[in-house]
């Protein structure tokens, strides 16, 4: 499965952006799919992920609140809207299919495949 994020953006502290991740081929709606960030000489972090028929979510302490994630099959896209965005989330954001063989939807060792990030970057 192949899969692009977009969405990111420049925005004001207490701001909206919504990110998307668009999957290719039939086999999208059979994966969990797991959003991450990376901020400037820091370890990519978890931030939220979707089972893949949407049930069940998991989302970070951090962002818990002011971050949801949803998905529509049909579109073969997963969503992370973000609300009341705060400097500290400035980073590159990815999302990722998780392996469905195992593996903990917490850490990028669970994940198999990959997107291209999209840069979110708030201004105080």
């Known amino acids: 499965v192949q899969l692009q994020a977009c969405g990111g953006g420049l925005v004001q502290a207490g701001g909206s952006l919504r990110l998307s991740c668009a999957g290719s081929?039939?086999?999208?709606?059979?994966?969990?799919i797991g959003w991450f960030r990376q901020a400037p000489g820091k370890e990519r972090e978890f931030v939220a992920a979707i089972t893949w028929s949407g049930d069940n979510t998991y989302v970070a302490d951090s962002v818990k609140g002011r971050f949801t994630i949803s998905r529509d099959n049909a579109k073969n896209t997963v969503y992370l809207q973000m609300d009341s965005l705060k400097p500290e989330d400035t980073a590159v954001y990815y999302c990722a299919a998780k392996n469905p063989y195992g593996g903990s939807y917490y850490y990028t060792s669970g994940y198999a495949y990959w997107g291209q990030g999209t840069q979110v970057t708030v201004s105080s």
């Open positions: 081929g039939r086999t999208f709606s059979s994966y969990s």
